[in-house]
């Protein structure tokens, strides 16, 4: 017997909120493999039951009593269109009380979506509680010059919600301040995101200036104006990349305020053994510090083949990350997408897995995959913490995309291609004449113009 996709409408109590949603409904009805079942009130349903008959769909509506004595409205005012100015209020607290019994509903049905009007926001709550079409399932966004999908949990708490607290009033205050500043620099490259550069200045009527990458921009900087060629210390671990193939190493940092749990490291090690690739991985301190602890996560035969044969390195602490990028024997960047990371691992030429965490880093994973430079790991769920507890990417979804990335392969040819092209556009925007220095040296001479109503030097 073939599968019977269920899904439940909730009209508001308007018509001309419910109209469409009907028709919505008697859409989904009129396709093969649908049941559709539409919640409201008997004399809601009188509204539009005459055009489910007319069609002959069978689409199932489930008839609730309107709380009137409750809140002291006649018999049969139950809609918007036939209250009075006084009877508003009543209204309001008459659809209120109706959350309970619609949500109690709800969860007999049991469907596999729920398809509410805008205005019932509570619909979202129960979609969640029976785990129905809402985080897991990717959406459209819409506007944007290339097709963007994402899924509800990949999203920050404070696009999903109103969350209080000191972090969220902050961006609340930069989202308020942003439209009073003169201009926004922005640590990206022009040349790798012009499209987005125009429709941001469509949106916010102002020019971003793009002058990224700041790290390599400024080093070239300082190196072109300086005779100075300090000597530093050279870390362990390069010495240890030098004993390796190139492009044979995975490197592997998540940055300095992720924490991972035990149970996830294990799932790491795992992964890393199975897929039999050499690897430098940056355990942070947030995450183990002492080499008793290792005995908590690391699995017994991981420890064997992978560390006394040679096979990775476990750094702790701090490590040169931009000297370990440009290093040879780098194939490949596991990163928790954070937007240094992601300029870093471009601007060196090296394909990334993509690991997001927390913060915008799911928006960072999506600029990877739209420049086809990496391959992500299937992580879904944006934290709201620094502490990745909560959730488990499993061992085997890591070691396929390690597989997909350091095995030769055409997926693995063409990402490999596609970041050597990237560096190769990063490094020509920093050059005279390139995107970066050019936006550089025209946000310098706006200034000027601004500040001495001139562009003279």
């Known amino acids: 017997m073939a599968k019977e996709l269920h899904v439940v409408f ?46 002959g769909q069978q689409i199932f509506v489930h008839k609730l009593k309107f709380p009137s004595d409750e809140v002291g409205l006649p018999q049969g005012i139950e809609n ?16 209120a009380l109706l959350q309970k019994p619609m949500e109690d509903l709800i969860v ?5 979506c ?72 922005h640590d990206t490259i022009y040349d790798l995101e012009s499209t987005y550069a125009e429709l941001y200045q469509k ?23 300086s005779r100075n060629t300090a000597v530093q210390e050279r870390h362990s671990c390069l010495s240890w990349l030098d004993s390796q193939e190139p492009n044979s190493v995975v490197y592997i940092c998540f940055g300095s305020m992720g924490r991972f749990s035990d149970a996830q490291l294990t799932e790491i090690a795992l992964a890393l053994e199975a897929s039999d690739s050499s ?44 000297k370990i990028l440009n290093h040879p024997a780098i194939g490949a960047f596991m990163t928790h997408c954070g937007w240094n990371s992601i300029l870093e691992s471009l601007t060196a030429g090296v394909p990334m897995l993509t690991w997001p965490l927390f913060a915008e880093q799911f928006y960072n994973e999506k600029l990877v995959e739209v420049l086809g430079c990496g391959v992500g790991v299937g992580a879904e769920v944006c934290h709201s913490t620094f502490d990745i507890t909560d959730t488990i990417v499993k061992k085997e979804n890591i070691e396929a995309s390690v597989k997909m990335l350091m095995n030769a392969s055409k997926k ?44 003279k030097e």
């Not at 002058?211 to 104006?225: A, D, H």
């Open 10 to 55: 909730v009209p508001y109590f308007t018509p001309s909120h419910m109209i469409p949603l009907v028709n919505i409904a008697r859409l989904f009805a009129s396709r093969h493999g649908v049941k559709v079942s539409i919640i409201t009130t008997h004399y809601n349903a009188l509204f539009f039951e005459s055009s489910i008959d007319e069609s």
């Open 80 to 95: 918007f269109s036939s209250v009075t100015a006084s009877e508003m209020s009543l209204l309001f607290m008459g659809i």
């Open 108 to 112: 007999e049905l049991s469907p596999h």
């Open 114 to 185: 729920i398809v509410s009007d805008v205005c019932l926001t509570w619909t979202v709550d129960v979609a969640e509680q029976l785990k129905v079409s809402s985080d897991s399932e990717s959406f459209l966004i819409p506007g944007l010059p290339n097709k963007i999908e994402m899924k509800r949990s990949q999203l920050p708490e404070n696009i999903k919600t109103n969350p209080e607290g000191p972090y969220w009033e902050m961006m609340k205050r930069i989202k308020e301040s942003e439209p009073r500043s003169y201009a926004m620099i």
């Open 203 to 225: 949106i916010k009527g102002k020019k971003p200036w793009l002058i990224g990458p700041l790290f390599y921009f400024s080093k070239r900087e300082e190196s072109s104006n």
């Open 279 to 322: 690897f430098l991985w940056v355990v942070r301190n947030g995450d183990k510090t002492q080499e008793n602890d290792q005995k908590n996560w690391m699995p017994t035969s991981f420890k064997g083949k992978m560390l006394t044969n040679n096979k990775g390195l476990i750094v702790r602490g701090w490590v040169p990350q931009l």
């Open 412 to 455: 693995s040819e063409t990402t490999r291609s596609r970041a050597k092209d990237v560096e190769a556009t990063i490094k020509r925007a920093v050059e005279k004449g390139g995107s970066s220095y050019n936006h550089l040296t025209a946000l310098i001479a706006e200034l000027k113009c601004h500040v001495f109503g001139t562009l």
